[in-house]
């Protein structure tokens, strides 16, 4: 998908940070996906988000928020809930911040998930 491709060009420094602690890596034996579509049914449309990360086997979607996302809380709230009732997701989100100040409890949260739902 050409979003997705662009997305991936054009990171925010905090996706960045987050996509480097985990690339190329089997992060507790979970590959992550970036910018990674994610379709849903809506009034009989097929319609996507893109999630920042994803991870298949866990049904996991990490969102990393800057400072837009305090303006939109209504719209990450509708899309967190058709994420989980049509795809069976989770959905973990950090603001840039928490990935700014602290990259290792991000990854913790993120292994403590694995526990629970591996």
């Known amino acids: 998908m050409v979003l997705s491709r662009e997305l991936r060009k054009n990171q925010t420094e905090a996706e960045k940070v987050f996509w480097n602690a985990l690339k190329n890596k089997d992060y507790f034996g979970y590959k992550f996906l970036r910018q990674h579509p994610l379709y849903y049914q809506f009034y009989g449309r097929n319609r996507f988000f893109i999630a920042d990360f994803y991870c298949g086997r866990l049904r996991l979607v990490v969102e990393i928020d800057g400072g837009v ?50």
């Open 69 to 118: 996302h305090e303006k939109q809380a209504g719209y990450d709230k509708i899309r967190t809930e058709i994420l989980g009732s049509q795809k069976d997701l989770k959905v973990l989100r950090f603001s840039n911040n928490e990935v700014f100040s602290n990259t290792a409890q991000v990854l913790n949260k993120i292994k403590i998930f694995i526990e629970k739902y591996k």
